[in-house]
């Protein structure tokens, strides 16, 4: 059948709950979970093997900025309330907390996950926070205390509490603010929209997009306190609105309120490179309004939530549009990739050869549950487990309040 004759692709699940619009997404737990937070500051915690909820609760009185998980126990919220939270939420905890969604508008108290962390933080912005493993702190490659169950140290970074055009740098589980990075005074780049933070061995880079449609990547060696500017373009006209590192950590992309997808290289903070270098490659869309930018862990395919309702799909290597999934009916805000080959589910060289993960404890199954092609899971559930935790999947979230999952290449 000719390509241009082919129907519509469609969502192979929709997860219907939310009363608003849905502005987070997070994969977790092996891809056996599925956060999602919305405009009113809930986050339900969906299972992917059998679609449902397994944790509803509302951490944010506003916007859910951004979710992610911290280690195999905690979860962090970001709310347009000011508030950066951490919660103790394992799979084990969530047969004792709640499960009644926003659309069937629960009343009364709920049954929380445990508060663990509480910053005070700047959300003007409506930039989400950025985080990564503190690689400075000589604790974060130990295994973590029995006493405070706390998960290895992680560095947070966020639009600055003094300076919406700066950026904090916190520590946790400290809670203390380790540096900030101020306004860069022989710029007008206006207030930070977009952050992405990662550290290797004694090296920290911080990525930022900028209202003004700059792009500045920081960096700093140990035992080097003060941050250097390594690179800087400004390949928008119009705000950075998200923007997301190669898995490799060799180049960025960045989407704009434009049309335009940048592809920038990611420079080292022991290389003496100017900062002007330009960008690696501009793709002209022609989609204006991408949002939600991410890049699957393989590294070879990329998505953006577009404004026009559509989910749009790119080769990392080319730039070149591969897909337009339309859904929706109104405006998409995020999009999020389920790991591809997660320690645990895929071997290396790519064979079937797979350790299905329970959906309701996250313990690896039996023995009898190593997949292979020529031995199936042996039980419906395990299959069920196995399905979910290995299919590539894209999650869209929806001005309309659902989050449409899609089986992709």
Known sequence: MPTQHLPPAQPAYVLRGHTSQVHALCFAHKNSRLFTGDADGWVVSWSLAYKRPTVVWRPHGSTILGLSVWGSDRVITHGRDSKLLVWKLAIADEETLEKLLPVDNPQGPSRNPELCHVLTVNTLNFCSFAWCRDGHDSTSQQVPSQETGAPYPILISVPSILDSDGIDIFQLPSEKRTSTIPTDKTLKTGMVMALALHSEQSQLHLLAGYESGHTIVYGHTLPEKKWQKLYSAQPHSQPILSLAPSPS?????????????????????????????????????????????????????????????????????????????????????????????????????????????????????????????????????????????????????????????????
């Open 249 to 409: 950590f060799t180049y960025y992309l960045t989407s704009s309120a434009d049309a335009l997808i940048a592809k920038h290289p990611l420079i080292s903070a022991a290389t003496a490179v100017d900062p002007a270098t330009p960008p690696l490659q501009l793709a002209h869309t022609k989609h204006a309004g991408q949002q939600g930018l991410s890049m699957r862990s393989d590294g070879k395919i990329y998505a953006t939530a577009g404004w026009d309702a559509r989910v749009h799909v790119y080769s990392a290597k080319t730039m070149k549009e591969l897909a337009v999934l339309k859904w929706h009916k109104e405006g998409c805000y995020a999009t999020a990739f389920a790991e591809i080959e997660p320690t645990g589910l895929q071997s290396r060289d790519g064979t079937e050869n797979v350790q299905a993960v329970d959906s309701s404890s996250n313990k690896p199954l039996p023995s009898t549950a190593l997949i292979t092609t020529s031995a199936p899971a042996s039980t419906v559930s395990q299959r069920r487990d196995l399905k979910a935790q290995t299919t590539h999947w894209l999650a869209a979230g929806s001005k309309d309040g659902k989050v449409s999952l899609w089986d992709i290449y």
